[in-house]
């Protein structure tokens, strides 16, 4: 294996200048946006009562869990920058190491900033009237059934990309300082909300006590009503319609292999990866329970499912806030201004190794493999930047079928929905390749094992793949159209492979004393 043992150079790239707390932070911050504000509101459209509402999210939180589990070991065994893109090239071969990366540019990563950061530009709209998706600097220019516009609403996302991509070019020790603060501050106010929802919002009339748990029927739920036209009934259509509901959830927990991109530049990554990774994603596991469980105490289930706009965590605000309810409304704002701006720092901040990685691979610009006088690579985090920023401006132009009204959607959430059941694949893989590399690279130092091996493998490599047939088979054409998205690579990766010339990097970066230096 040539490709673990071999790589040197004499000049270090990176430093080693994130410990235990970073590590866990950027686990934190990257895995809490606005997630787990509204996709309680879907996922409970689609499976009818609470009971199976918290099942979706437990059974989310239990492949978040054990994929963490099982990352560990590889993220402990092999702390390089790009983890999870170094975890597939060395288990699987480069190509399926670029697949990964490709997506991860083309729309997972850069797609995903783009998202949490209208998301952002969003609710700064309810303190800023003047930031919406309905005032334009400049129009939308209609090709077909898409277009081009830049609103106010995409100005500040962009604006926001940028600022924190020049920020996280002016070294580590300053995107550190703002995940952790934002971090800190994100995490207190989801679990001030868990607080509010059970000290304030219990009543008597809350699907909790209303609602039949596990009974979605006696509810007044159909799963044609769920999902119209579909061809299932009774406890078959229940089950295949829990698989999509964990879709919310996990996009909700998902980006905690962030922190494996970041490998290079942790210190001691042989513990700190494993513990980052156990006690980043068990926390976000069980505060998103809590805050489901806030949601049924506090709220009728008529209502989680009907939020204006999916927004529960704010109809629970506003409940408790009554008759003041634009208190609660302007509360819930401003929290997910915190959690959305620092999430955006996260994914800025990891997301660009993995292109720095693919790089020195010789698989992505040669400009990319380098860094500035600050020790990060500037060049990567520029080029994920421009095209982060770029995928804010393309809108979906669709007509009301009932106003005749034309409505625009972002085009990058219709990406992402593609994208999920791939990336859901690239994230089995990983799990996956725990066994692969116990078999072809058994004499490598593990400092950290997976417990009860190979179980959690496992049980995440069975759920996946029950939840990938299900999203299959009940979003074909979506998922058909992300997995091309994903082969539009294979081209590309022949022909990079033939031209470029890899850069090398030296992957055992300098000590913290250099980024300190710096």
Not at 306 to 322: C, E, G, I, K
Not at 427 to 444: D, E, N, Q
Not at 460 to 489: C, K, M, N, Q, W
Not at 510 to 517: C, D, L, Q, S
């Amino acid at each position: 294996m040539p490709t673990i043992l071999d790589e040197s150079e004499a000049k270090p790239k990176l430093v080693r200048g994130l410990g235990q707390l970073d590590a866990t932070m950027i686990v934190m911050g990257s895995m809490i946006g606005s997630g787990i504000f509204i996709t309680s509101a879907e996922s409970s459209r689609l499976v009818g009562a609470p009971g199976w509402l918290l099942m979706a999210w437990a059974l989310s939180g239990l492949m978040t869990l054990t994929g963490a589990l099982c990352c560990s070991e590889i993220a402990a065994m092999m702390p390089r920058a790009g983890g999870q893109y170094v975890f597939l090239r060395e288990a699987y071969g480069r190509a399926f190491g670029f697949l990964f990366g490709w997506s991860l540019f083309l729309v997972v990563q850069t797609g995903t900033i783009a998202a949490v950061a209208v998301a952002f530009a969003k609710f700064l709209g309810v303190f800023l009237p003047i930031v919406s998706a309905n005032v334009y600097v400049i129009p939308p220019w209609v090709f077909g059934r898409y277009a081009l516009s830049l609103s106010t609403q995409q100005f500040v996302a962009i604006a926001v990309i940028a600022g924190l991509t020049a920020t996280n070019t002016r070294g580590l020790e300053t995107g550190k300082w703002i995940q952790n603060t934002f971090t800190f501050t994100k995490t207190a106010a989801l679990i001030g909300l868990i607080l509010v929802g059970f000290a304030f919002g219990i009543n008597r009339g809350a699907a909790a006590w209303t609602s039949s748990w596990f009974n979605p029927w006696a509810n007044g739920w159909t799963p044609a009503q769920a999902q119209p036209g579909l061809p299932l009934a009774g406890g078959l259509a229940l089950a295949m319609l829990l698989g999509r509901a964990m879709i919310g959830p996990l996009f909700s927990q998902s980006a905690w292999n962030n922190v494996t991109f970041t490998g290079g530049e942790v210190r001691n990554p042989g513990r700190s990866l494993p513990l980052a990774l156990t006690i980043g994603c068990g926390s976000v596991v069980a505060l998103y329970l809590l805050a489901n469980v806030a949601y049924l105490v506090a709220l009728p289930f008529d209502r989680i499912q009907n939020a204006p706009q999916d927004r529960v965590a704010t109809a629970l605000m506003q409940a408790v806030a009554s008759p003041h309810g634009q208190l609660g409304t302007f509360l819930m704002a401003g929290a997910i201004l915190i959690s959305t701006f620092g999430c955006v720092n996260g994914l800025i901040l990891a997301g660009a190794r993995v292109f720095y990685a693919m790089a020195g691979d010789g698989l992505f610009f040669a400009k990319a493999g380098t860094t500035n006088r600050y020790h990060v690579p500037a060049a990567a985090l520029v080029a994920q930047g421009i095209w982060a920023a770029l995928l804010t401006l393309p809108v979906t132009v669709k007509l009301h079928p009932t106003t005749r009204v034309v409505e625009y959607g972002n085009l990058y959430n219709q990406l992402l929905e593609y994208i999920i059941p791939a990336d859901v694949t690239f994230y089995m893989l990983m799990v996956g390749a725990v066994i692969v590399l116990r078999r072809k690279a058994p004499h490598l130092d593990r400092p950290y094992r997976v417990v009860a091996y190979p179980l959690p493998a496992l049980i995440y490599i069975s759920l996946a793949i029950l939840l990938v047939l299900d999203f299959i088979y009940l979003a074909p054409e979506t998922s058909g159209i992300g997995y091309l998205i994903v082969l539009t690579g294979i081209p590309v990766y022949l022909i990079w492979a033939r031209m470029a010339k890899p850069v090398g990097h030296d992957e055992d970066p300098e000590p913290e004393a250099v980024a300190g230096a710096s």
